[in-house]
């Protein structure tokens, strides 16, 4: 099959795909709120800056979070750090990182991750139902919580497959819950140069637990070409489809987004944008701008990207990740 034929029915699927997509499940109602909505925070600035797109881009740390296949990228171990503030003094913070195991364990190979999550609204004052602060200036606290262990690996040159197992913890004063779920991915890449098609499923097992948490079909595409402009520089664009399996509260969600980036000896600079769409009519609710540099800092790479959201879960949102490879 040649490139041009390939690409051609690439392109082919994918608007099959958002067709079928949008005609099936474009007449779900909505029969209430999924539980755990922080579970919708996107914890990684490069993700949020192409539109949240990331089930086929990913090829680093982020991918945790998005498609664990993306992991079994990686050539050198990652720490993600991400500090997002929200209204009302309420914080996210997210930590993650990620080991190419191939040097330690020859025959396991792949890569582990890990992450953590948090959701940290703070201090609040203790209300009766009617709103009324009782005991004087007595408050109570809350936060969400989760923990995330994942591992990918190479099948070849054209295969990546990976999971993640995430245990979720909610806790609102002197109550709380918790559940596992479970996360898994593939990633394909086509013989066609910069191409990744990339498919997740997410929230594996947790409407067994009696919470509606969103169970969700990713599928997603992204082409990367070198050498745009010059032989320092290169781009990539990417689209992607989420399919709500229990449709709960949430429509069929089309994404897009894309980066550049501009490279010189020990450094880079990134520009994203990207664009999330909702339901049939396609009417957008999410515009994501993105920006990052990275340099070498004695032999360990250092990124620092930023990310701006006008429309997330939780309203306006800026992120900032620090990431680092070495």
Not at 136 to 149: C, I, K, P, R
Not at 161 to 188: E, K, P, R, Y
Not at 261 to 272: D, M
Request: glycine share 12%; proline share 4%; aromatic share 12%.
């Amino acid at each position: 099959m040649t490139g041009l034929t390939f690409k051609q029915t690439s392109i082919a699927v994918l608007l099959v795909w958002l067709g079928f997509s949008s005609n099936v499940f474009s007449q779900s109602a909505n029969s209430g709120r999924d539980a755990f909505d922080f579970l919708k925070i996107s914890p990684i600035a490069r993700a949020v800056g192409v539109g949240g797109a990331y089930s086929a881009i990913g090829d680093d740390i982020g991918s945790i979070y998005y498609n664990p296949a993306g992991l079994a990228s990686l050539l050198t171990s990652e720490v993600n750090i991400t500090y997002l503030s929200l209204y009302q003094n309420i914080n996210f913070e997210s930590f993650s990182f990620a080991y190419p195991v191939a040097e330690t364990f020859p025959g396991l190979g792949g890569t582990v991750a890990v992450g953590v999550n948090l959701l940290q609204p703070g201090s609040l004052a203790r209300t009766n139902d009617s709103g009324v602060t009782v005991n004087g200036n007595a408050t109570f606290s809350s936060g969400d919580q989760v923990f995330t262990l994942a591992y990918a690996k190479a099948f070849g040159s054209s295969l990546h497959m990976g999971f993640a197992v995430n245990m979720i913890q909610q806790q609102v004063d002197t109550v709380s819950t918790s559940l596992f779920d479970v996360n898994v991915g593939m990633v394909v890449l086509p013989p066609f140069d910069g191409m990744r098609i990339g498919v997740s499923l997410q929230n594996i097992g947790a409407q067994e637990s009696g919470f509606n948490l969103p169970f969700n079909l990713n599928g997603g595409i992204s082409y990367r070409r070198y050498e745009l402009f010059s032989e320092q520089d290169d781009g990539a664009l990417t689209a992607e489809v989420t399919l709500p399996l229990q449709p709960i509260e949430d429509p069929v969600g089309i994404k897009v987004g894309g980066e550049y980036n501009f490279k010189w000896v020990g450094n880079r600079i990134t520009v994203r944008a990207g664009y999330e769409f909702l339901n049939s009519s396609l009417s957008g609710i999410g515009l994501a701008l993105g920006a990052g540099y990275g340099f070498d800092l004695s032999g360990a790479v250092l990124f620092l990207d930023y990310a701006y959201a006008p429309a997330d879960i939780f309203g306006i949102s800026n992120r900032i990740s620090l990431a680092t490879k070495f």
